[in-house]
């Protein structure tokens, strides 16, 4: 499905182009995307692609936001390091088992604040779109939008959130939280000292999990008619079935 909406977004981007529209509009031949298409504007056709494509990422980074759209996510879900994991089962062999709930849920927390930045820099992306992009996208895998995406946005997400998650720790606790894990951890007889860089490492996770659920949507909107929210949505999707 996203493969052939950008279709319509490379005629909209490119209307102005003689070479490139012939090339869209050839395209779009190939792809069976003619007659009925005219029913609509390109500035309709536009604004439907735009809806959907900002509101899948919306609605993910929403999801993501909220308290524990993380770590209630076993998608996503932040676990520990594997070298934190020994941790994990030692503070719970000694009975502290609430203290290591409270040690991960404070890293679901802190990527939970941090994919709050996340949304312009998608935005970003989704308007850079080139036709080179969009015709390595339609020839692709059925990630590829999501695969564009990654690359595109990787490094600015990670530049963003690692600062966000470093200071979250602090506002969330998670700083005072680990001390006191790492420290309880540190004290039981017999056990090798840790002391992991946890910012880094969560910073990783939320990227990941931010584009698994990206994925998803994307698999949803190829597949399930129910997604597209909109009349306008509705009619331009109509058009690529």
């Known amino acids: 499905m996203i493969r052939k909406i950008l279709i319509l977004a490379i005629t909209l981007q490119f209307a102005g182009c003689a070479e490139l529209q012939k090339a869209a509009t050839q395209v779009a031949q190939e792809s069976g995307l003619t007659g009925g298409a005219a029913a609509l504007s390109q500035t ?18 929403s999801k993501l936001t909220a308290t524990d759209g993380f770590y209630k996510n076993n ?3 932040i676990l520990l390091p594997t070298e934190l994991q020994k941790v994990d089962s030692g503070l719970r062999k000694i009975g502290l088992n609430s203290l290591a709930d409270s040690g991960i849920k404070a890293l679901n927390r802190a990527a939970e604040d941090a994919v709050k930045t996340s949304t312009p820099i998608f935005v970003d992306a989704i308007k850079g779109i080139t036709f080179t992009d969009a015709k390595n996208i339609l020839l692709g895998k ?3 939008a999501t695969s564009y995406l990654q690359g595109k946005t990787n490094s600015a997400l990670y ?3 690692n600062p966000v998650i470093k200071k979250s720790f602090g506002k969330v606790g998670a700083d005072k939280i680990w001390s006191n894990i790492i420290n309880k951890y ?9 002391n992991p860089d946890l910012t880094d490492y969560v910073t990783a996770q939320a990227l990941k999990g931010v584009f698994t659920m990206i994925s998803i949507e994307e698999k949803g ?4 008619a129910g997604l597209r929210t ?3 949505m509705k009619k331009v999707f109509a058009l690529q079935d």
């Open 44 to 61: 309709q056709i536009g604004n439907g692609l735009k809806e959907a494509l900002n509101n899948g990422i919306s609605n993910q980074v």
């Open 221 to 224: 909107i190829r597949e399930t």
């Open 186 to 194: 540190n004290n039981i007889p017999l056990v090798s000292k840790v």
């Open 230 to 232: 909109s009349s306008l």
């Open 75 to 77: 998608l996503v879900k």
């Open 142 to 144: 059925n990630n590829a």
């Open 159 to 161: 530049s963003q959130f």
